[in-house]
Structures are given as C-alpha cells and as structure tokens.
C-alpha cells in the first residue's frame, strides 16, 4: 500500500460519494445516452438516471467518456427526432 | 443523411434491403463524431479512429436488439464506439506497466495543507489507512490503490484475469468497507464533507 496522503483524501470525497447499490460501468454505459441529453436538454433527471449520475461521480472513466460525449453532442445531426 | 430511430432500426435490420448503404453512413457519422469526441487526444490518429469505428460498428449491429429507444439511436452509438476506442487508448497506454509496479511504487506528494487542516485530516487519513490495512481484502486493496494511481480498469483487469465489472465491484466493495470504517471510528458523511469544506 503506496498511496500519499493526497490520494487519500481524494479516495475519501470518493468515500464520501459512495452509496450501497451503483450501477457498474456496463450498466453506466447503457443509460448514459439517455442521460446525457436529459441533461443537454435541461430536463429534471429522473431517479433511474440519478444512479448514472452517481456512478459518473465515483468512476473517473466513464466520466472521461462521458465528457467526451458531451463535445460531440451539439453536433449530432444526422438522427434529429426520437420517433 | 437524417434518419429517425425507427428508420435506424429498419435499415440497419439484417433483412433490409439498404443495409449496406445504412452501415456506411453510421461509419461515417461515428467517424466523425469520434473525431470530436478524442480531439485532444494525440494517440487518436485517423487510423486509430477508423479501427475503433471498425470494431465499434461491429459491436453495435450485434447489440441491435439492446437498443430501446431511449435516446437518439445516434448518441447511444457514439456512447459505444467512444467506450471502445478510450478503451483501447487506455489499454495501449498501460499495457507495458505492471501491475505490481504501479500498487508497490510511491505516489508523488503535492498539496501542503494549513496547520489546523493538517491535523483532523491526518486523524481521518490515519484511519483510513488503518482500514484499509485491516479490513480489505488483498484484490480490494491492489485495485483501490492501483485505481487511484491512474491506472486502466482494463489493464487492471487483465492482470488479475479478470473484467472491467468486476474490477469495479472490488472498488465498490472497498470503497463501502471504507465508508463503514470511517463511520465505525465517527467519522459520519458530515464529518468527510467538513474536510473539503475549508
Ligand atoms: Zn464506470
């Protein structure tokens, strides 16, 4: 065990973000497009979304990922209605 | 160049007869939404992005039936080729490093707290410390601290023969045995947020 007390302190906000049940990364990356324009489209986040963003705030990559999404969205063209 | 859901699922479906044309503007799109996507990162060459496109749209069309509509049948695409391309980013980037290495190796000290912060913090990292001595498990251990070095989920999980999900459970499962430790020594969720607070 090697981790610097900084480390630690940002394993404990982590600590702190933690809860009982979380969505793994699969699990994550299955509702995540949903997320992700709820949020772009301001919309309140329903509690089944509430898990995807808990776990985006206790994984650093799905965060990355989802970052990465979030560039790409505004540009999203060719698929403009859901139905 | 603009389809709907319904009309994805349609073109995209095995029986019909665009098929090919279907596939060829996904590739294209996902092309050139993975260029936005990995803009800032340089490994992410054409040729990089064109495979992960490849391997992307062969993992989409085989999980047709797991889309549910739910979203832009476009964004819940891109969600699956950027998961495989920073994958592979991450994968290529750790895959000389050794996982030993990384668990064992000392972690750089940057940020030099005030006094009185110094103190109570050092009381809760102390604790920390000691439960994660104590109370987790060996692979809890070395996927906690080799996460927390930066290290890939992927590459982690390759060493201990393992997946991604279940690297995460072993962060899960760490991270709760660590909430659980703290609150047992009365450190409450009150008292972790005191900590950032300042
Ligand atoms: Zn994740």
Redesign the pocket.
């Known amino acids: 065990m090697s981790l610097s007390n900084e480390k630690l302190k940002d394993l404990l906000w982590l600590v702190g973000l933690t809860n009982e049940n979380e969505l793994?990364?699969e699990q994550?990356l299955a509702l995540v497009a949903e997320f992700a324009e709820c949020e772009l489209a301001g919309k309140s986040i329903s509690d089944g979304l509430k898990a995807v963003e808990q776990?985006l705030s206790v994984?650093s990559?799905?965060r990355e990922e989802y970052e990465a999404l979030q560039r790409v969205l505004d540009g999203i063209e060719g698929d403009t209605s859901k139905k | 160049m603009s389809r709907n859901n319904a009309a994805w699922a349609a073109a995209l479906s095995p029986q019909s007869a665009q098929r090919n044309s279907a596939v060829s503007e996904l590739r294209e799109l996902l092309l050139r939404n993975l260029r936005k996507a990995l803009s800032s990162y340089p490994r992410a060459d054409e040729a990089f992005l064109e495979d992960a496109v490849q391997d992307s749209l062969v993992r989409i069309l085989g999980r047709l039936d797991q889309f549910e509509g739910r979203s832009r049948f476009l964004t819940w695409a891109t969600t699956i080729a950027i998961r495989i391309a920073m994958t592979e980013l991450r994968r290529k980037r750790w895959q000389d490093v050794s996982l030993d290495e990384v668990v064992a190796s000392p972690s750089s000290q940057q940020h030099a707290a005030g006094p009185d912060e110094q103190v109570e913090r050092n009381a809760i990292i102390e604790k920390m410390r000691e439960v994660i001595a104590t109370q987790l498990t060996e692979k809890q251990r070395t996927v906690l601290t080799a996460e927390m070095k930066g290290m890939a989920q992927v590459e982690i999980a390759r060493h201990l023969g393992s997946n991604r999900n279940a690297v995460?459970k072993l962060n899960h499962d760490a991270r709760k045995k660590l909430k659980q430790g703290l609150e047992a020594a009365g450190y409450d969720a009150d008292s972790i947020q005191a900590v950032f607070a300042r």
């Open positions: 793994n990364c994550c776990h994984c990559e799905c | 995460y």
